[in-house]
């Protein structure tokens, strides 16, 4: 069984990074109830972004490289949206394109920082498990322990990137989930 609730729980900004908390309750506290989390909060932020080319794809790629340290089997779902194919990536395949989305688990800081720097201009959403303050440059950072799930939003990732994110992903928090 799957409950969430949404709440804002930190709003802050610094000078170089603004970030929106929001965080999901899980009921089921397992590492199967983790991966279920896991799978639906990245298809809830694919189902809010929109991609420069505008027109829908029936099948969005999700690279991921690193280790992701919240769900070991990732396989997201977007309920009426694109199917999202999941593959293992090196950071240097990465960069060689066919990403729409890069998830980013543990790995070494200097591969983070080449893969987002390389990001920022491209139509790439950016999902981490390995960041919860979102401090390094992804635009989504996921952040779980026991049976709560959250994820925060680096609104200054968002800005620089190309892939649009409706404003109603910020408003899930302040308004207790309704949409």
Not at 14 to 24: E, F, H, I, K, Y
Request: proline share 6%; glycine share 12%; with cysteine.
């Amino acid at each position: 069984m799957f409950a969430s609730l949404f709440l804002v729980s930190a709003s802050f900004a610094t000078p170089q990074l603004a970030v929106q908390s929001v965080s999901q309750t899980l009921v089921e506290d397992s590492a199967i109830g983790m991966a279920r989390g896991v799978d639906r909060m990245i298809g809830g932020i694919v189902s809010y972004a929109k991609w420069p080319d505008g027109t829908p794809r029936a099948t969005r790629t999700m690279c991921v490289v690193g280790t992701p340290q919240l769900s070991s089997s990732l396989a997201p779902t977007v309920a009426g949206g694109p199917v999202i194919a999941v593959r293992r990536s090196t950071p240097a395949a990465s960069m060689g394109g066919n990403c729409d989305i890069l998830f980013l688990g543990r790995m070494a800081v200097a591969d983070r920082q080449r893969l987002i720097a390389w990001v920022r201009a491209k139509p790439v959403l950016t999902i981490t498990d390995a960041d919860p303050d979102c401090g390094h440059g992804a635009m989504f950072c996921l952040g779980g322990r026991a049976s709560t799930l959250g994820f925060s939003v680096n609104l200054d990732a968002i800005a620089r990137g190309t892939v649009r994110i409706d404003p109603r992903v910020l408003k899930i928090g302040s308004d207790g989930g309704a949409r």
